[in-house]
């Protein structure tokens, strides 16, 4: 069993995105975040690409790193937080991001896109190598912050996600849920899923990450997101 999820001590707040799922005072505190804005995108500019976690920026600021299942929809959430169409790469065919990307976002933070993992098509040497890309980036990387894991809402939990996100428990690295592609499935729907995924959760963890929900194609959840990096980014400057 995960003991005890590696939240971060300086930013409280707990499983109030997933209200859809929760009760009245969690929905309203969903409700009040909901309708702030999030911090404004003046620049997001691409630093490097690379395999190897040592040729990563040097510096102090924060990381945000999102990863996911491949054709979870990482690189158009991203495009669509950054308000860059093109700023990640966007396919129809799953498994493209390959390396590690680093976009400096108002010349604060940076916003890391990370390779997808479990795409079967690469086969097992090429699965290895972008587990050890990942992994490498995940324990290596002193200024990693956030761990965005992003999920597909549109299905059950599956294996591969839960896998992961006890192996990143086992490690004490801080991550938050992010739920993709909203917009593809009724909100009972989405209810019922996000509850699935807690249950399941439970099963293992005695303390959940925060969840978040997003649509891509509605752009939906920027703000929500947004607002709380800029939360964690604020507490570590302060």
Same mark, same amino acid.
């Given at each position: 069993?995960?003991?005890?999820?590696? /939240?971060?001590?300086?930013?409280?707040? #707990?499983?109030?995105? *997933?209200?859809?799922?929760? +009760?009245?005072?969690?929905?309203?505190?969903?409700?009040?975040?909901?309708?702030?804005? +999030?911090?404004?995108?003046? !620049?997001?500019?691409?630093?490097? *690409?690379? %395999?190897?976690?040592?040729?990563?920026? &040097?510096?102090i600021q924060p990381e945000?790193?999102?990863?996911?299942? /491949?054709?979870?929809?990482?690189?158009?959430?991203? !495009?669509?937080?950054? $308000?860059?169409?093109?700023?990640?790469? %966007?396919?129809?065919?799953?498994?493209?991001?390959?390396?590690?990307?680093?976009?400096?976002? !108002?010349?604060? @933070?940076?916003?890391? &896109?990370?390779?997808?993992? +479990?795409?079967?098509?690469?086969?097992? %040497?090429?699965?290895?190598?972008?587990?050890? =890309?990942?992994? !490498?980036?995940?324990?290596?990387?002193?200024?990693?912050?956030?761990?965005?894991?992003?999920?597909?809402?549109?299905?059950?939990?599956?294996?591969?996600?839960?896998?992961?996100?006890? @192996?990143?428990?086992?490690?004490?690295?801080?991550?938050?849920?992010?739920?993709?592609?909203? &917009? #593809?499935?009724?909100?009972?729907?989405?209810?019922?899923? =996000?509850?699935?995924?807690? $249950?399941k959760l439970f099963e293992? @963890?005695?303390?959940?990450?925060?969840?978040?929900?997003? /649509?891509?194609? #509605?752009?939906?959840?920027?703000?929500?997101?947004? *607002?709380?990096?800029?939360?964690?980014?604020?507490?570590?400057? /302060?």
């Amino acid at each position: 069993m995960v003991a005890l999820y590696a /939240s971060f001590p300086i930013f409280p707040l #707990k499983k109030v995105f *997933s209200s859809v799922a929760l +009760g009245k005072s969690e929905f309203f505190m969903y409700v009040c975040l909901s309708i702030l804005h +999030g911090m404004e995108i003046k !620049n997001a500019v691409f630093v490097t *690409s690379n %395999t190897d976690v040592g040729k990563c920026p &040097d510096g102090i600021q924060p990381e945000y790193a999102f990863i996911g299942r /491949s054709n979870v929809g990482k690189s158009s959430l991203i !495009n669509m937080i950054t $308000n860059h169409k093109q700023l990640a790469m %966007t396919s129809q065919k799953p498994g493209k991001t390959q390396l590690i990307n680093h976009f400096l976002i !108002n010349g604060e @933070w940076y916003l890391v &896109d990370l390779p997808g993992y +479990g795409y079967a098509q690469r086969g097992k %040497t090429g699965r290895l190598t972008m587990r050890t =890309i990942i992994e !490498n980036y995940i324990l290596v990387r002193r200024q990693l912050t956030c761990l965005f894991v992003l999920l597909d809402c549109r299905h059950e939990p599956q294996k591969i996600d839960l896998e992961f996100m006890n @192996w990143l428990g086992e490690h004490t690295i801080p991550f938050t849920i992010i739920f993709t592609k909203t &917009d #593809k499935i009724s909100k009972g729907r989405l209810a019922e899923h =996000i509850e699935t995924y807690r $249950n399941k959760l439970f099963e293992t @963890w005695e303390k959940l990450p925060d969840m978040l929900c997003s /649509s891509a194609e #509605k752009k939906e959840g920027r703000d929500i997101i947004l *607002s709380y990096i800029e939360k964690i980014t604020r507490m570590i400057n /302060s």
